[in-house]
């Protein structure tokens, strides 16, 4: 019972310290990380699980060795934005490995990428003739991307002079009954407001599942009953 709890007791300080970590770092996704980035990860995660499950190991030096390992991390990713030679060897160089529709061969071996991975890269990003790609970059974190020939590109309102109204961004303020205050403050709302807003639905608010309004204060609500007349079904 007592080796019970002294596991769960160093699950909870060595998560802990990598969720100090992981905020402190920034929220990045794996495929953003660069090459020291990685090494670094992999690190802590090793450390991290071997003072869970290893007992002999002591805890104090080892939450000191992730906290250290994370203030590498923090260091060497401020000096990457600060120095840009640092940044230049930490991080891999951009890669055209397609220009005017040819495939340039001795770049593709250099990031010793086959070109059926390079194809199939493409047709991801909606490419399925080749001819039509004016650049084609393969970025730092592992991204392709594709730039298409002039031609083949889609039309935009502003190139056929036709004029549109903005994007309507949709902010829920309703979400399962419960009004999101934070939410109309953010999008300009008084006090004052706020509860005229509540008197007025207060009747309703309690079976609406998600409520959005626009830039213009019209709301989109999805009611608690909203069903689907799964009418392709038959």
Same mark, same amino acid.
Request: hydrophobic share 50%; glycine share 6%; net charge neutral.
């Given at each position: 019972?007592?080796?019970?709890?002294?596991?769960?007791?160093?699950?909870?300080?060595?998560?802990?310290? *990598? *969720?100090?970590?992981? *905020?402190?770092?920034?929220?990045? =996704?794996?495929?953003?990380?660069?090459?020291?980035?990685?090494?670094?990860?992999?690190?802590?995660?090793?450390?991290?699980?071997?003072?869970?499950? $290893?007992?002999?190991?002591?805890?104090?030096?080892?939450?000191?060795? !992730?906290?250290?390992?994370?203030?590498?991390?923090?260091?060497?990713?401020?000096?990457?934005?600060?120095?840009?030679?640092?940044?230049?060897?930490?991080?891999?160089?951009?890669?055209?490995?397609?220009?005017?529709?040819?495939?340039?061969?001795?770049?593709?071996?250099?990031?010793?990428?086959?070109?059926?991975?390079?194809?199939? *890269? %493409?047709?991801?990003? $909606?490419?399925?003739?080749?001819?039509?790609?004016?650049?084609?970059? %393969?970025?730092?974190?592992?991204?392709?991307?594709?730039?298409?020939?002039a031609e083949h590109l889609p %039309?935009?309102?502003? =190139?056929?002079?036709?004029?549109?109204?903005?994007?309507?961004?949709?902010?829920?303020?309703? !979400?399962?009954?419960?009004?999101?205050?934070?939410?109309?403050?953010?999008?300009?709302?008084?006090?004052?407001?706020?509860?005229?807003?509540?008197?007025?639905?207060?009747?309703?608010?309690?079976?609406?599942?998600?409520?959005?309004? $626009?830039?213009?204060?019209?709301?989109?609500?999805?009611?608690?009953?909203?069903?689907g007349k799964s009418a392709f079904?038959?």
């Amino acid at each position: 019972m007592d080796t019970l709890g002294i596991t769960l007791f160093r699950v909870v300080a060595g998560m802990g310290v *990598l *969720l100090i970590i992981l *905020l402190v770092t920034g929220r990045r =996704q794996m495929s953003e990380f660069s090459s020291f980035d990685f090494l670094t990860s992999i690190t802590i995660g090793a450390v991290a699980g071997a003072v869970i499950v $290893d007992h002999r190991i002591e805890l104090v030096s080892s939450l000191i060795a !992730l906290l250290a390992l994370g203030g590498m991390q923090l260091f060497f990713g401020w000096l990457s934005i600060k120095v840009r030679p640092v940044n230049h060897k930490l991080n891999f160089k951009p890669i055209v490995l397609v220009e005017d529709g040819q495939i340039i061969k001795q770049n593709l071996r250099r990031v010793r990428m086959p070109v059926e991975t390079l194809l199939q *890269l %493409l047709r991801e990003k $909606d490419v399925f003739d080749i001819t039509i790609v004016e650049l084609a970059i %393969l970025e730092p974190y592992g991204r392709l991307s594709v730039l298409k020939k002039a031609e083949h590109l889609p %039309l935009t309102p502003s =190139q056929v002079n036709f004029a549109v109204s903005s994007n309507r961004i949709l902010v829920p303020v309703i !979400l399962e009954g419960k009004l999101q205050e934070n939410a109309l403050v953010e999008m300009g709302f008084s006090q004052r407001q706020i509860e005229e807003f509540r008197s007025q639905y207060q009747d309703s608010i309690h079976n609406v599942f998600i409520a959005f309004m $626009d830039q213009n204060k019209q709301l989109h609500v999805v009611n608690d009953d909203a069903r689907g007349k799964s009418a392709f079904l038959h």
